[in-house]
């Protein structure tokens, strides 16, 4: 009865034994609706996703419930990470509704594929002021069956409801990013850092924008709040104190509870702003938060031969969450000695660590610097970095004898093309060789398995959306600036060719997200949500290879897209973030045609000089590199790798 078993999908598979009749994403189950005259039951979620696996073990593993959905309705699943197109639409349909995103989402449909109610969690029973699945399907299926017309009527006004209005042309400037600089600093949490209050999601696009304001212009306010957050979620329970990396997000404002799944774009993303930071502020702490990312990934969510996984799961049961990450007093006490106990209870013992459903456990949030600490206990600060860095190591050998939470080993290539960015980006900072190594590795090995005969995959079998396409194409030129191999920017050019073909708004600007109408509708946006959004991503590569390959029309649909979309940029403020990255890139680019060995001296500085918007161009060995604004305006060539640090330092200040 269950059809999910031969699913490649471990989200899928993991509902296969269940006693639902499910089907997975296609036109039969839609058919079959038709047929039997039944409304669609679609479950939306994620294998990392912990309240996925509580609304399975409430209600999908009852057998009340499973008889319910079998008899009265349609039902399928949906993994939202193999299908991010079709997840995105029926979020939108539920949050229309009044309800609010996030997973799992429960919504139902018409044959017709039409949402007319949903939501996301729902207990088995009325609980907390959310309803009883049980209630809700029996009342959707009475509804159905008496109020036909009603429903059909209501899914196709929401249906419309939800096709993006036409968005009209703005002419852009500088001012924007101004006015956008300052929106921003007045959203800032000045006590915890980030924006906004609970629940706390790491903003990258934001925190881009902000960083790359504070380079050109050297504002001390915004150097104060770029550190003050990134120090804030650092320290905080949503960052693993023990293996590194970062938690999805924080459930309280102060960055201390997280929800504990483990994300590659999460991960990708922070990585670029901890490297970005360290490239700023020339702090060891920012390059050391970087370094534990790394660290995680190489041993958690990347295969040797080359590529990134998609996750790590928040729980190991739905009954425990966050147990493999989180402490009780008596497990401190037993793996550690008394001098380790005393210096790490100080150091990792925040009072606000206690997990709100089981006040024993606790989170590892940063309470005192070892600074502090020597000043409480009489130990040098150097006494107290060794006694933890120690007293760390017994707790992470510790907690790897536990069991661990599902990996989601599955390649998708947009996931993929933000790690290899990232990890490039940060080998063009630190020099470290192994990490520019394994991302050249992962981009070969994705192009082998995921572009064939001019076709971009998602995912095997699934063919790609807009965000595959354009995170690939940014790795795909960083790999080029790299490594001078010019077949990496020809495959990046051809990419935006394939890109504009299948997404590309001719009438306007902008990208839609798919290639095709999905449930009658193409999505076209610039918000980060909370990742920087696809079209704000692809915008900023059509600079770049406007520059690189000297096509015209790369620039102009990158024109055409910024006014198109600003407007709507600035009224969702921080959640824009990216778009003005892009706008800062459209005045702030600078081109470097490199005319020399790319291992020679010259070439590594004008590599190794960290602009936020620079691209590389390299051209033959005349022993020169010439800068050029993106203006046009274009200067003397320089010869001496001296020369042309002390010339662009000097290009920064002026």
Not at 169 to 175: F, G, N, P, R, Y
Not at 264 to 280: E, P, S
Not at 555 to 574: C, H, I, P, R, T
Request: charge should be negative.
């Amino acid at each position: 009865m269950n059809r999910l078993k031969a699913e490649k999908s471990a989200y899928l598979r993991h509902a296969a034994d269940q006693a639902i009749d499910w089907y997975s994403w296609s036109e039969e189950p839609f058919d079959k609706a038709r047929q039997e005259d039944k409304a669609v039951f679609l479950s939306t979620g994620a294998i990392w996703c912990h309240w996925c696996h509580v609304m399975a073990k409430e209600c999908f593993d009852n057998e009340e419930i499973a008889r319910t959905l079998n008899e009265h309705f349609i039902n399928v699943k949906l993994d939202r990470d193999e299908r991010p197109d079709i997840d995105r639409r029926y979020q939108q349909a539920v949050i229309a509704m009044g309800g609010n995103g996030g997973w799992p989402l429960s919504v139902f449909l018409t044959p017709d594929k039409k949402p007319f109610y949903g939501g996301t969690y729902f207990p088995p029973e009325d609980s907390h002021g959310r309803p009883g699945f049980k209630k809700v399907l029996l009342t959707v299926a009475d509804f159905y069956a008496s109020k036909r017309n009603e429903v059909l009527e209501y899914g196709e006004r929401l249906t419309e409801y939800l096709k993006p209005a036409p968005s009209s042309m703005k002419d852009v400037d500088e001012s924007l990013l101004e006015k956008a600089e300052t929106y921003f600093v007045s959203e800032f949490d000045l006590r915890h850092g980030g924006f906004g209050t609970m629940p706390k999601f790491p903003m990258p696009g934001a925190m881009e924008f902000l960083m790359n304001r504070f380079f050109f212009s050297r504002k001390e306010t915004l150097g104060i709040e770029v550190k003050k957050t990134l120090e804030s979620m650092a320290k905080g329970g949503f960052h693993d104190q023990l293996k590194g990396g970062f938690h999805r997000y924080s459930t309280d404002e102060a960055w201390i509870i997280p929800h504990f799944e483990k994300m590659a774009d999460d991960n990708a993303w922070l990585l670029k702003n901890y490297i970005h930071a360290y490239a700023f502020f020339k702090d060891e702490y920012f390059r050391a938060v970087a370094e534990g990312i790394i660290t995680f990934v190489k041993d958690v969510l990347s295969d040797p031969g080359g590529g990134f996984y998609a996750s790590q799961d928040a729980d190991v049961t739905p009954d425990d969450e966050g147990g493999y990450f989180t402490w009780t007093d008596e497990e401190f006490r037993r793996v550690l000695d008394d001098r380790e106990f005393k210096v790490l209870s100080l150091h990792y013992s925040h009072d606000r660590g206690r997990m709100p459903h089981e006040e024993s456990k606790r989170v590892l949030a940063v309470a005192m610097d070892p600074e502090e600490i020597a000043e409480e206990t009489g130990m040098t600060a150097d006494e107290v970095m060794a006694v933890i860095m120690s007293g760390r190591q017994k707790l992470l050998a510790e907690r790897e004898k536990r069991e661990t939470p599902f990996i989601d080993r599955t390649f998708y290539t947009s996931l993929n093309g933000i790690f290899i960015t990232a990890f490039l980006t940060a080998y063009r900072v630190t020099g470290d060789k192994w990490v520019r190594e394994f991302a050249l590795r992962s981009l070969d090995r994705i192009l082998q398995l995921h572009f064939k005969n001019g076709e971009l995959y998602h995912c095997e079998e699934v063919k790609a959306v807009l965000e595959d396409y354009v995170y690939l194409i940014e790795s795909l030129i960083c790999a080029y600036e790299i490594s001078a191999e010019v077949s990496y920017l020809e495959t990046a050019d051809e990419m935006m060719e394939i890109c504009l073909d299948k997404f590309g708004d001719r009438e306007s600007g902008g990208f839609f997200d798919t290639e095709t109408k999905v449930l009658g509708i193409r999505l076209k946006g610039v918000e980060d949500i909370p990742h920087p959004s696809a079209n704000s991503v692809g915008i900023l590569q059509l600079l770049r290879l406007y520059h690189m390959v000297d096509k015209e029309r790369y620039y102009e649909f990158a024109e055409n897209s910024l006014k198109v979309f600003a407007g709507n940029a600035q009224d969702m403020g921080v959640h824009a973030g990216y778009y003005f990255c892009a706008l800062d890139a459209y005045f702030h680019m600078l081109l470097l045609t490199v005319e020399a060995s790319p291992t020679s001296e010259l070439a590594q500085t004008a590599f190794a000089f960290f602009h936020p918007y620079k691209c590389l161009v390299y051209a033959g060995d005349k022993g020169r590199v010439t800068p050029c604004l993106i203006s046009g305006a274009c200067f003397e060539p320089l010869s001496k790798a001296k020369k042309l640090q002390e010339f662009l330092e000097g290009l920064i200040r002026d």
